[in-house]
Nanobody, 127 residues
Framework: VQLQASGGGSVQAGDSLRLSCAASGSTFGGHTFAWFRQAPGQEREFVGAIEWTSGKIYYRQSAKGHVAISRDRSKNTMYLQIYSLRAGDTATYYC?????????????????????WGQGTLVTVSS
């Protein structure tokens, strides 16, 4: 599985932004895709995940209402919409995919669930 994240850039606080993660190289039904982010000097953290077939979404609690994950199965692309961007959203955003077929996790935010990672796209928010 190859993942290509895009859509990052320099934005103003209060703006909204949609990131994309284009997937290729496999069939995606039955798999889970996730977004993580890593702020400068910080550890990478989970943002949310989506089950490709069912569309069921899991968010980090603090991200609920601030971001929205979706996917377009016809385009093999996952999206991360970020609303009302703030300085704390400045980070490199990564998409990731699991390898397990139709697996459910007790912790969708565990990085070890996802052996496939995109290269990341940088979002810089200025006030």
């Amino acid at each position: 599985v190859q993942l290509q994240a895009s859509g990052g850039g320099s934005v103003q606080a209060g703006d909204s932004l949609r990131l994309s993660c284009a997937a290729s190289g496999s069939t995606f039904g039955g798999h889970t895709f996730a977004w993580f982010r890593q702020a400068p000097g910080q550890e990478r953290e989970f943002v949310g995940a989506i089950e490709w077939t069912s569309g069921k979404i899991y968010y980090r609690q603090s991200a609920k209402g601030h971001v929205a994950i979706s996917r377009d199965r016809s385009k093999n692309t996952m999206y991360l919409q970020i609303y009302s961007l703030r300085a704390g959203d400045t980070a490199t955003y990564y998409c990731a995919a699991d390898q397990c077929y139709h697996c459910a996790y007790d912790d969708y935010g565990r990085e070890a669930n996802y052996p496939y990672w995109g290269q990341g796209t940088l979002v810089t928010v200025s006030s």
